[in-house]
């Protein structure tokens, strides 16, 4: 079965530095990939999504991922991180194009940032 | 505009009571998904409208969830006889046609049976 793997649950960064929150995927093709981030009291808000060509995606907010499909990952990267971005982060799947909208989540990550 | 809203935002019940939990998507989208989030999950995939198709209800766990949409619009969760492990919050979104369009997520009902 398709799985979603956000290995950290929490992540503690300082403002301005770098973020990167890990997302690995068991998949037999090429999956839809997709981040989302939860605010506290808000709904979910795609960040940004990956479904074919280049490896690398922008998103909003500063946001970028790189689809690695040696290394079954879909990682999150920002270069410097604000205050505003202590959020919950979830990566997902969509499995496939008969069943794309059944997107399959991870466990998500909680970023806290320091000031 | 107006985003997909939910309600009520929280619900406090007794276990075995029925609860009905409330969509509203955001207007002219003709798709709209139930999830649920129960405490340090993912999101967990629970039924699929879309236009007039009949729904995919594989993700329900139960047959005491049931759910409908009314009109090509909002649509009610409905769970009866409740258990404590249906204590979660559930999520609706809703997207401008299925498949891999964008979904746009409501707040959430949290959910807590006694």
């Known amino acids: 079965a398709q799985s979603v793997t956000q290995p950290d649950i929490h992540i503690t960064v300082s403002e301005g530095a770098s973020l990167e929150l890990r997302c690995n995927y068991s998949?037999?093709?090429?999956?839809?990939l997709f981040w989302y981030v939860q605010s506290p009291g808000q709904g979910l808000q795609l960040l940004l999504k990956y479904f074919s060509g280049d490896t690398l995606v922008q998103g909003i907010k500063g946001f970028e991922a790189e689809f690695k499909r040696s290394q079954s990952s879909f990682n999150l990267r920002k270069p410097s991180v604000h205050w505003s971005d202590a959020a919950e982060y979830f990566c997902?799947?969509?499995?496939?194009?008969?069943?794309?909208?059944?997107?399959?989540f991870g466990s998500g990550t909680r970023l806290l940032v320091r000031p | 505009g107006a985003g997909v809203s939910q309600s009520p935002s929280n619900k406090v019940t007794e276990k075995g009571k029925d609860v009905e939990l409330r969509c509203d998507p955001i207007s002219g989208h003709t798709a709209l998904y139930w999830y649920r989030q129960s405490l340090g999950q993912g999101l967990e995939f629970l039924i699929y409208f879309q236009g007039n198709s009949a729904p995919d209800k594989s993700g329900l766990p139960s047959d005491r969830f049931s759910a409908e949409r009314t009109g090509g619009s909002v649509s009610t969760l409905t769970i009866q006889r409740t258990q404590q492990e249906d204590s979660a919050v559930y999520l609706c979104?809703?997207?401008?046609?299925?498949?891999?369009?964008?979904?746009?997520f409501g707040p959430g009902t949290r959910l807590l049976v006694l």
């Open positions: 997902a799947v969509g499995p496939s194009m008969d069943s794309s909208y059944k997107l399959i």
């Open positions: 979104a809703s997207s401008l046609g299925g498949g891999l369009k964008t979904q746009y």
């Open positions: 998949y037999g093709a090429t999956p839809y």
